[in-house]
């Protein structure tokens, strides 16, 4: 295994809990957050932007949300990249 290998993506999605959801508004139409887009950085940190669909029903555009800063949404982050890295680790090789 290559040590120099350039990675240039680390991300998973993770869809949020009911009891975790909320609203926003962009540009005047409200949006439940569904779906948390979690990035591994270049220096080991961890960002997240949530997506999700309008409330009024159809498509919406796909606009990323900030995360509340509240600790049951940052344990989640981080316990959903502990277990991507559970999984990558367990990786089986090309199917």
Request: glycine residues 14%; positive net charge.
């Given at each position: 295994m290559s040590s120099d290998l350039?990675?240039?993506a680390l991300?998973?999605?993770v869809t949020i809990p009911q009891a975790l959801r909320w609203t926003d508004t962009r540009r005047g139409e409200e949006f439940?957050?569904?779906t948390l887009n979690i990035r591994l950085l270049p220096d080991g940190h961890l960002a997240?932007?949530?997506y999700g669909r309008p409330?009024?029903?159809g498509?919406?555009?796909y606009v990323s949300f900030p995360v509340p800063d509240e600790p049951a949404l940052a344990?989640?982050?981080v316990d959903a990249a502990h277990r991507a890295g559970t999984l990558w680790a367990a990786h089986r090789g090309l199917g």
């Open positions: 350039e990675v240039s991300a998973i999605n439940q957050l569904t997240v932007k949530a409330v009024g029903g498509r919406g555009a344990a989640l982050v």
